[in-house]
């Protein structure tokens, strides 16, 4: 008992959060660091194997397997094999993960408004499955004028973006040695 005592007054004192109320403490905790948010992201677009995620999260293969097992860790994906030799898996969202898209969304619109130049293309652009019409940053629709989201949306990449995730398919392919993580 005295153990976790001092173990948890060094967790507050470093700043842990083991011992505090606070969800923002406590879910940074998991996902509070860049590669395990493009993580998230890929995992969204349903990007699903290793080798793929590490093309397009820019990671290195350590730092990408360590979020990984965190993620997995944290309940927010699953792993199945798809391939016993070698031994290959595929990465899913639980509910638990795919209850983090809003958080993606709010990070896509802050970004777009706060972090791009004016002019630069959309990265994603979103639409309302219902009626076709683009979606807002606010998660109106312009079409219909409907507050929308979850299953409603759908999510696809603008022509650039697209052509950028191609270029980073492309740019590992043609790399010595690129054939490892195919
Ligand atoms: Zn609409």
Known sequence: MADVNRQGSLDVAQ???DHT????SR?????????????LRE???????FDQLLIQAGATPQML???LKRLEAGGLITRKVYQARPLRHEYRLT??????VPVL??????????CKTRGEPLAMVITHSGCGGEVG?????AVCGRQVGGAELLAAPSPQYAEERLNRVRAKTRQPGGEAYQ
């Open 137 to 141: 940053f606010d998660g109106v629709c």
């Open 27 to 39: 879910s940074t905790q998991i996902v509070g660091d860049r590669w395990t948010i493009l993580l």
């Open 95 to 100: 509910a638990k993960g795919r209850a983090f």
């Open 15 to 17: 700043g842990g959060v």
């Open 105 to 114: 969304l709010a990070l896509r619109a802050w970004g777009e408004q706060w």
């Open 43 to 49: 995992l969204s677009f349903g990007n699903a194997r």
């Open 21 to 24: 109320l606070c969800p923002i």
């Open 65 to 67: 397997a360590s979020r």
